[in-house]
């Protein structure tokens, strides 16, 4: 990107001359590879005349040194990046420096006890969490990751601008500041069921390993996980209860070479410290326990109140006189101290 912005800022035309340029004088300019040729030839196709008045800067391009370099051996490269977040994680997600976390969103008590203590341990360790932002397993992990002041990465498969489950949405927030968004949808994109499944590989491509926690035969966490053996990452299964559908696809895994993962410290010690240092150490999240009196406040416990009645966010702000981002913020709160779980429909339960 920095190469395409040093050329711009010296033609006349600026971005919209250097979107005009045939692929030839990309060619002789910058030397790239044929397959950033023509993904960039297919990318100015997809476009049509919408020609930029400008790249954004939170773009990432198959050119650009922080490129991670993985996505061009999927079958499927992505064309951009959009991110949103700390900067000072693209090098890490660059070289796989990250460990993704996956798993059902049906999941059980268990599977979401192990998402959060592995997302939990993860973050102590210094090492970056990736997941998708489901519910279930994926949540219960970034969950688990901001508890423990850790920097979490959410591939989605929606554009940055879309929260997907919208009970999600102070979830998103949360991530988004302590750590990273990414996609690979632009803004105007048409979000499709095949989205969520394709966002998987981008998933892989930028972690060191991957954890499945529990997931059924039917699953997009099997996705994942046979991406992973593909691309020769390892990938690391918990083992689930054998009577439960949650937990068969998981299971399966075992018989394929998969690593089982009884406790976060074996991780760990095969991992090793996670890239985070003294330039770009782990941040406390805001809300966590750590920075706040374990004392439940007013405000909290009229929330809990409301979730034991089965109220909907939309009540919750009805009944609180609050708007709907300061009551969602505090859900989070309560979900990050383990209190409350969210649940489709904008509602929540308490645990």
């Known amino acids: 990107m920095r190469q395409l912005a040093a ?111 592995i997302g939990g341990s993860l973050a102590s360790a210094g090492w970056p969490v990736v997941s998708g932002l489901a519910e279930g397993i994926d949540a219960a992990a970034h969950r688990g990751c901001l508890r423990n002041g850790g920097r979490p990465v959410a591939v989605l498969g929606t554009p940055l601008h879309r929260v997907y489950p919208p009970e999600h949405r102070a979830l998103q927030q949360a991530v988004s500041q302590s750590g990273m968004l990414v996609t690979e949808l632009r803004r105007e994109t048409r979000v499709q069921r095949s989205s969520f499944a394709l966002r998987n590989r981008l998933l892989v491509a930028l972690t060191r390993a991957v ?62 410290p996670g890239p985070a240092d003294a330039l770009c150490s782990p941040r406390v999240a805001q809300g966590t326990t750590s920075e706040r009196s374990p004392s439940i406040g007013g405000l909290q416990k009229q929330l809990l109140q409301l979730v034991d009645a089965g109220s909907t966010l939309e009540q919750m702000v009805q009944a609180l006189k609050l708007d709907s981002q300061a009551v969602a913020a505090e859900l989070l709160r309560l979900e990050l101290d383990g209190l409350v779980l969210a649940q489709p429909g904008l509602c929540w339960r308490r645990l």
Do not use: I
Not at 26 to 49: K, M
């Open 7 to 117: 050329v711009a800022a010296v033609l006349p035309g600026g971005w919209q001359e250097l979107w005009r340029w045939p692929l030839e004088r990309f060619r002789q300019e910058f030397a790239w590879s044929e397959s950033v040729l023509a993904s960039v030839d297919t990318y100015r196709s997809s476009c049509g005349d919408t020609q930029p008045s400008e790249v954004p800067a939170q773009v990432l391009l198959p050119c650009d040194s922080l490129w991670p370099p993985l996505l061009n051996d999927l079958e499927r490269p992505p064309l951009t990046l959009q991110w949103e977040g700390d900067a000072c994680l693209l090098p890490w997600l660059a070289s796989q420096q990250s460990v993704a976390v996956v798993g059902t969103r049906r999941p059980s008590a268990h599977g979401l006890r192990m998402a959060e203590r």
């Open 211 to 272: 954890v499945v926690v529990e997931c059924p035969k039917s699953s997009g966490a099997l996705l994942s996980a046979a991406m992973a053996q593909r691309l020769g990452v390892p990938v690391w299964v918990v083992p689930g209860d054998a009577l439960r559908d949650s937990a068969c696809g998981s299971n399966a895994l075992l018989r394929s070479g998969a690593h089982a993962l009884l406790d976060p410290n074996d991780l760990l010690d095969a991992l090793g």
